[in-house]
Structures are given as structure tokens and as C-alpha cells.
């Protein structure tokens, strides 16, 4: 079984700043990982997934995550954030052993930008 | 390409009433997917069909729940009693088969509160 840690649940920044969210995950198999953002109002949105290869996964709106084994993290980061970036934020994994299939989500973490 | 379309997007029912919540994949997607996310919670897996068979349906907390998929099209899930504990969001996603297969695409979800 699979289990995400989002230890922030909120993380109040202001504009410009860099923020880095925090994921953990545990599994006793191999996952691919993934960033989902929630605007207001919105669905689901992928920000990110780490598959395979570089450790350093690019993603839309600026923002990237780390991916490392050893400590079993995927953190997220952006060097300057702006207003519009408040919104809600999921780490979520799933095993490679039975291919992409169903989601393992963390608790989310709030992003509030202020000016 | 129209994405998952989710309806409603807010339902109000009363404890005891039956809700029905449809969701249309994005067109040619094998995968469907039902999640849910009570009270600020984590997003939790429900279940997943293939086409119209149900591969996973573990997630589902109790008979209240039934999720159907004639023809392998759009979905429904149906709650018969509802109960105040099935008050949240409900998101449904949806993927390809194969290769392309490594990221689900997510509704904007149906809000359910049961007063």
C-alpha cells in the first residue's frame, strides 16, 4: 500500500517570494509521482509527473519538483510566486508494478500569495 | 477536445434522499475513475472501470453506493440513502489504454452536501 504526507497544510507567502511545498511518500514499490492543483472554483489540474529519467521534472505555470529516492520525496518549488497562483495543491503517487492506475493523494496544501 | 464533464456541479439533498452524479470521460478514454474528498480530507480513491467493467472497486465505502457505465461511456454513481457523513467533493477522471496511459484527467467535481 501507498501512503502521501503533506505536512503544511497551509503556507501563506507573498508575492515574489520562492515557496517549496513538502511531499513524502511511503510505498514498498516503485511509483510514478504527481503534482495536482486546485484554482478556486476549478477542477484538477496536472502541474507535473515524474515517470522516469531526470529527477528534475519541469512543470506548467513556472513550478518544479525534485524527485528523490532516498528520502522518499517529490517536493514542489517555484523561485517567485504571483497572486494567481493561490490555490490548493496534491501530491498524489501510483505503483509502476500494475502501470498507471488508480491515485494515492495527500491531504493538500493551500498556497496563499499575498501582495 | 472537451475535457470530464461532471454533473451536477452542487447537489443539496436531505439525509434519507437518493442522489445520482454523472460523469462524461473525455472522449475515447477506456480508464474512468470515481474519487472523493470529505471535509478538507485527502482525495480518496472510489473505484474504476474499464470500459463498462469494474476493475477496482475497492474504494466504496458501503452498499449506499452504485456505480454504473452502460456502453463504456459516461458514468453514474448513485447514493440511496444518502447519509450527512457523504457530504463532499466528488471528482471523476479519466485515461487511455496502453502506453499512453501515465496520468488521469480530472472534472471539476460535483459538491454534494446532505443537510
Known amino acids: 500500500a501507498q501512503s502521501v504526507t503533506q505536512l503544511d497544510s497551509q503556507v501563506p507567502v507573498f508575492e515574489e517570494a520562492p515557496v517549496e511545498l513538502r511531499c513524502n511518500y511511503s510505498?514498498?514499490?516503485?511509483?510514478?509521482l504527481f503534482w495536482y492543483v486546485q484554482y478556486p472554483n476549478q477542477g484538477l489540474q496536472l502541474l507535473l509527473k515524474y515517470l522516469s529519467g531526470s529527477t528534475l521534472v519541469k512543470g506548467i505555470n513556472g513550478f518544479e519538483a525534485e524527485f528523490n529516492k532516498s528520502q522518499t520525496s517529490f517536493h514542489l518549488r517555484k523561485p517567485s510566486v504571483h497572486i494567481s497562483d493561490t490555490a490548493e495543491y496534491f501530491c498524489a503517487v501510483s505503483p509502476m508494478n500494475t502501470g498507471f492506475q488508480k491515485l494515492v493523494f495527500g491531504t493538500g496544501t493551500r498556497l496563499l500569495v499575498s501582495p | 477536445e472537451a475535457g470530464v464533464t461532471q454533473f451536477p456541479s452542487h447537489s443539496v439533498i436531505e439525509k434519507g434522499q437518493t442522489v445520482t452524479l454523472r460523469c462524461d470521460p473525455i472522449s475515447g478514454h477506456d480508464n474512468l475513475y470515481w474519487y472523493r474528498r470529505v471535509m478538507g480530507k485527502e482525495i480518496k480513491f472510489l473505484l474504476h472501470f474499464v470500459k463498462e467493467s469494474k476493475q477496482d472497486e475497492s474504494g466504496m465505502p458501503n452498499n449506499r453506493f452504485l456505480a454504473e457505465r452502460t456502453g463504456g461511456t459516461y458514468s453514474t454513481l448513485k447514493v440511496q440513502p444518502a447519509e450527512l457523513e457523504d457530504s463532499g467533493v466528488y471528482f471523476c477522471a479519466s485515461s487511455p489504454r496502453g502506453l499512453s496511459n501515465t496520468e488521469a484527467f480530472f472534472g471539476q467535481g460535483t459538491r454534494l452536501t446532505v443537510v
Open positions: 510505498s514498498s514499490v516503485s511509483v510514478y
